[in-house]
């Protein structure tokens, strides 16, 4: 008898994507806001797609690094797009996988029938950061606004402190550690042995393949132009393994330490968009479907106290994505594995071809094997373009979508992010 | 982008000190906009000699609801409202006597015609004529044409359309563009039509309606307002420049609900790419705009290989790519296609230090009579419009003399504007405009330059 408990889900299609060049850290964007970033992404996806006035079924999108007055983000930069202002939009962040995680969510709904069209999005500036005032200064200044007499004021304003004046930067560490990410990550490298050459190496192909993919055009349906940016300003089309190995390392420490700016990515401003849809909304606008949406699968580790490293996370949903599909690591055309730092792309690999670790950690009787380094972030990842955290999901869906559907159909592509928080986002995308 | 001299010589002061000091008086021409009457007032047609367009002209300015007045006669009697057009059925001509004729009706029609008034003259080709006498008195067309559209003031403008016996199906769409105000910055000029099948009357106010238009160079100037104007007639545009100018183009192709598609044209696989996204996204093309276009200014002695190469790869080689590869793909130039490739006075005329730029323009007015039988066999055309002094941002960088010098070197004392250009790309766009093909039609406001 057949199992109709559990029909079976379409698959949504990725139908292409959108983005911003990324800009270094108070470069081109420095003036520039998230809403600004993210508006403007969007419009370029509307341009692309001809989606002006459209209704879509909803935008999801998110920002790391928000200011308050941005709660409704996403919902506002529709509102200033040409998209109708009846696409009804929602913010969502997972650090690093925020991009990643809102594709997730469009393409859910789109396989559930709940909606036909939607766009999944990130955007970040570390340039327009917001500032925020201490707890202490934050309770004298609301009970000011709730004072009712001159003297309840005059009391309330008396208790500030020139101490309180100092305000609070967001910083790049880890709440419950207080370190750097990149610190964490150099524990995982100095536990894994990622050495230093390695990591250059990885480094230096990343910008190679993003200068190669910009010359011939690749990215002319990929990226619109910003605030007289045309490509990513991180990327040095002539990075070498001598500039490289120049460097000294910022992250770790003594003779171990082998992280360098040069291996990590910087802080980065940009937005990116990806236009996911059912194949018959695409079809009635005679518009691609450059790949599906086939599963994706979000793990967590406890890196506080359960021993394991900050950005392992993806290690961990691999296996569980990979079984629920059938499929090896290797049966797939091409990787993207999201560069935040070489060592964390090293590492995770490391992970996956190391026999006690699968055992011991992941549970499989064998090793997940390894990675044909040729398919590997073969445009280019975060090391070359930079990684504006929630805006780095987008532009890996469009660009690996791209590169399935440059390669033809049938053809398997995989997803591996690492956020903040010890998680992680794996998917797989298919042309 | 205001013409200040214009304003200035349109305004009451203004126009007293112009007419004593006898200055450039450029009126505020007529433009097209959507829901216009062809023509603001009546229109009267005469023929020199036994004309045999008579007709059917004036069933077809009564089917767009011109009144057709009676010939003015020479000695000034009329039968009411000055008229808005002049039109001249000159196909009778045998010899330069009958051009007495032709002269007698002009001379006190053209007195009364109104400020943005329109001349037309209708002939056959003086190159088919059936002897000298005939050839001469067709010919001497030209001269007058021309002479009266430097007569000619506030705003009006005189042409001349050669209709060959058996093209005279193929009328209603130029004499429709050359009296409406789409026309307003062609002035001076002599085009001909060719006999072609045409569809059946197409919606006046969306003439474009349904059909896809590719747009090089749609990011600014120019050719956003070929965008602009191809979207309000109806044409749904796919938006074409580099990607360096994309945040320009997206911006364009928002504002007219059209597409963008970042592409270099001079890159080599440009021909695949343009044709691979026009099949993949909308199953072919009606019409393709070959306008972006670059300068390279240098005297010939001083230019290197590098602007000489550039300025030709954009200009003329990518026309010619993009074109041949449109033609060869199976499907996806679609029948009755339209080509309109933008060329310039300066390929006509010749410029100091642009060698290579008119090269590539009278490249491009070769090319286009060379391609028109070709594409006359599939149903379809291919035309050139050359620009004269169109005030753009470009312009607007001139040092101010030569700027307003430049600008009233003309009959209409005064530059074109983008949207002129524009108009008349969109109308050689049209599918009634079948019956033109392999032409260059100058908006140049009859220039000096090269005329």
């Known amino acids: ?431 | 982008m205001s013409d200040w001299y214009r304003d200035f010589a349109n305004s009451g002061f203004g126009t007293t000190i112009t007419k004593q000091l006898g200055l450039p008086r450029p009126a505020v021409l007529r433009r097209y906009e959507p829901g216009q009457p062809l023509l603001p007032g009546p229109a009267v047609i005469g023929s020199a000699g036994e004309g045999r367009l008579r007709k059917a002209l004036t069933e077809l300015l009564q089917a767009e609801g011109v009144h057709v007045q009676s010939p003015v006669t020479a000695d000034g009697a009329t039968d009411g409202e000055k008229p808005a057009a002049v039109i001249l059925d000159a196909t009778g001509l045998r010899t330069p006597a009958d051009l007495a004729s032709a002269h007698d009706f002009l001379a006190p029609a053209i007195k009364r015609l109104r400020a943005t008034g329109r001349v037309l003259i209708l002939a056959d080709p003086p190159s088919q004529a059936d002897s000298p006498a005939q050839a001469a008195a067709r010919q001497a067309l030209d001269g007058l044409v021309r002479s009266v559209a430097k007569e000619l003031r506030a705003g009006s403008t005189a042409n001349l359309i050669h209709v060959p016996e058996g093209a005279e199906g193929s009328l209603a769409s130029p004499v429709r563009f050359f009296l409406s105000g789409r026309s307003a910055y062609v002035d001076g000029q002599v085009m001909s039509v060719t006999a072609a099948e045409l569809p059946a009357e197409e919606d006046a106010d969306k003439p474009l309606a349904g059909k896809v238009a590719v747009v090089t160079g749609a990011a600014r100037g120019i050719g956003a307002a070929i965008a602009t104007v191809m979207a309000r007639d109806g044409a749904h545009v796919v938006a074409v420049d580099i990607p360096a100018a994309g945040d320009k183009l997206a911006e364009v192709a928002n504002e007219i609900g059209g597409t963008a598609l970042q592409l270099d044209i001079t890159a080599e696989d440009a021909p695949q790419r343009l044709i691979e996204h026009l099949r993949e996204r909308h199953g072919g093309v009606d019409v393709v705009v070959h306008n972006a276009g670059i300068t390279r200014d240098k005297l010939l002695v001083n230019m290197d290989a590098a602007r000489w190469n550039s300025v030709m790869a954009v200009n003329l080689q990518a026309q010619l790519d993009i074109t041949q590869a449109l033609l060869d793909a199976d499907g996806v130039l679609r029948p009755g296609a339209r080509v309109v490739c933008v060329s310039s006075q300066s390929g006509i005329a010749g410029n100091r230090g642009q060698t290579n730029y008119a090269a590539s323009k009278a490249g491009v007015i070769g090319m286009v009579r060379a391609w028109a039988p070709q594409f006359a066999e599939r149903g379809a055309t291919i035309n050139a419009v050359a620009p004269g002094f169109i005030v753009t941002d470009m312009t607007a960088k001139m040092p101010f003399g030569t700027r307003e010098v430049g600008s009233r070197l003309n009959s209409l004392q005064q530059g074109g504007l983008p949207v002129d250009v524009a108009e008349t790309i969109a109308w050689l766009s049209q599918p009634g405009s079948g019956g033109v093909n392999g032409q260059t039609v100058r908006v140049c406001g009859q220039s000096l330059l090269g005329a």
């Open chain 1, 1 to 431: 008898m057949a199992d109709t408990s559990k029909p079976a889900t379409r698959k949504a299609a990725i139908v292409g994507g959108n983005r911003i060049p990324f800009a270094r850290s108070n470069t081109a964007y420095a003036q520039a806001s998230n809403q600004d970033m993210l508006t403007a992404t969007l419009d370029g996806l509307v341009a692309r797609f001809g989606l002006q006035g459209a209704q879509l079924g909803e935008v999801v999108a998110g920002a790391v690094l928000k200011h308050s007055r941005d709660f409704n983000l996403t919902r506002e930069s529709v509102l200033g797009s040409r998209l109708s202002a009846t696409t009804p939009a929602y913010d969502v962040q997972q650090a690093c996988g925020t991009g990643l995680e809102a594709a997730i969510l469009v393409a859910n709904k789109i396989a559930l029938e709940q909606i036909e069209s939607g766009i999944a999005g990130g955007v970040d500036t570390t340039s327009d950061a917001p500032l925020a005032v201490g707890d202490d200064l934050r309770r004298v200044l609301i009970s000011l606004s709730n004072a009712k007499t001159l003297q309840d004021r005059l009391k309330a304003v008396a208790k500030i402190r020139p101490g309180q004046l100092v305000p609070e930067i967001p910083r790049n560490a880890e709440p419950r550690t207080g370190l750097a990410m990149g610190d964490h990550a150099a524990i995982t490298a100095e536990e894994w042995e990622i050495g230093r050459e390695e990591q250059d190496e990885l480094a230096v192909r990343s910008h190679q393949n993003m200068a190669a993919a910009y010359e011939r055009g690749y990215f002319d349906d990929l990226v619109t132009p910003f605030l007289g940016l045309a490509r990513d300003n991180n990327l040095r089309p002539d990075s070498s393994l001598e500039k490289l190995a120049k460097l000294k390392p910022v992250f770790g420490t003594g003779e171990g330490a082998t992280m360098t700016a040069g291996n990590s990515t910087p802080l980065t401003d940009g937005a990116s968009a990806v236009l996911l849809a059912s194949d018959e909304w695409a079809a009635e606008r005679g518009l691609p479907v450059l790949a599906h949406l086939v599963d994706a699968q979000t793990a967590a580790v406890d890196y506080v106290h359960g021993g394991e490293g900050l950005l392992m996370a993806p290690v961990y949903a691999m296996p569980v994505m990979l079984a629920r599909n059938g499929l090896s690591l290797q049966d797939f055309d091409f990787y993207e594995i999201h560069e935040a730092f070489a060592s964390t792309v090293l590492a995770t690999m490391k992970a996956w071809e190391d026999a006690a670790f699968c055992k011991d950690k992941l549970g499989l009787d064998a090793p997940l094997g390894s990675i044909d380094r040729s398919k590997l972030n073969v445009h280019g990842s975060s090391l070359a373009a930079g990684h504006p955290f929630a805006a780095t999901g987008g532009r890996i869906v469009a660009q690996l979508a791209k590169t399935l559907h440059e390669a033809g159909p049938g053809k398997r592509g995989l997803i591996s992010i690492c956020a903040a928080g010890g998680q992680g986002v794996v998917a797989i995308l298919e042309s």
